[in-house]
């Protein structure tokens, strides 16, 4: 079955530090891949999205994630936080075009120390 | 552009009663899927609904059903509801299955 695995359910950091969120996923096909961000109050919305390509993509924030196929990851990064990326970040796994099944990972929460 | 609303806010209901909870899609989309989201958890997948047809299910009991209607706005069903249905369902809706959701703010239910 298919399944996400986050691994760090709770990250504190100081502004300015950088941010790397780890995210696995198990299905051997065609995936497209998602990260969604919960700000504190507000409803999930998409951080950033990969379906084919460069597997390096950027997204609003100046978040960016790389999928590496052979690793079956898709890490979120972010060079230097803010106080306001205090959210809670899920990794989604969507099994190609045209499926309507997604997964998501059980989300890290991550607080920025201004 | 209007957004993905859902109705009711909040709701609280006693173990063995039945509720529907409401979605709006956004403008354009034509498809329409339901999460559970306990807490602490990422969002479960309940079902999709693409131009009124259900088009895939997850893990949950037939006592949850689903309707789209010819506007794309949809409706889950819970009944016989138990304590363990107590959760944020979230609606979420697209232009087409399997591409970018666009989520709505939720509707939190208790059973009591």
């Known amino acids: 079955a298919q399944s996400v695995s986050q691994h760090n359910h709770h990250v504190i950091l100081s502004e300015a530090a950088s941010l790397e969120l780890g995210c696995n996923y198990s299905y051997g096909g065609t995936v497209n891949l998602f990260w969604y961000v919960q700000y504190p109050g507000q409803h999930l919305q998409l951080l950033l999205k990969?379906?084919?390509?460069?597997?390096l993509v950027k997204g609003i924030k100046g978040f960016e994630a790389e999928f590496i196929k052979s690793k079956f990851s898709f890490n979120l990064r972010k060079p230097s936080v803010q106080w306001s990326d205090t959210a809670e970040y899920f990794c989604a796994v969507n099994a190609g075009a045209g499926t309507y099944k997604y997964i998501f990972g059980t989300g890290t929460r991550l607080k920025v120390l201004a | 552009e209007t957004g993905v609303t859902q109705s009711p806010t909040h709701l609280i209901k006693t173990r063995g009663q039945q509720v529907t909870l409401r979605c709006s899609s956004q403008?354009?989309?034509?498809?329409v899927s339901w999460y559970q989201q306990a807490l602490g958890q990422g969002p479960q997948f309940i079902f999709q609904y693409y131009r009124e047809e259900e088009n895939g299910r997850g893990n949950f009991p037939p006592r949850f059903s689903g309707l789209q209607f010819p506007n794309y706005s949809s409706e889950l069903n819970v009944n016989a509801l138990e304590l363990d249905d107590s959760a944020l369902y979230l609606c979420?809706?697209?232009?087409?299955?399997?591409?970018?959701?666009?989520f709505g703010p939720g509707t939190r239910l208790t059973v009591l």
């Open positions: 979420a809706s697209s232009l087409d299955a399997g591409n970018e959701q666009f």
């Open positions: 990969y379906f084919s390509g460069d597997p």
């Open positions: 403008s354009g989309h034509n498809t």
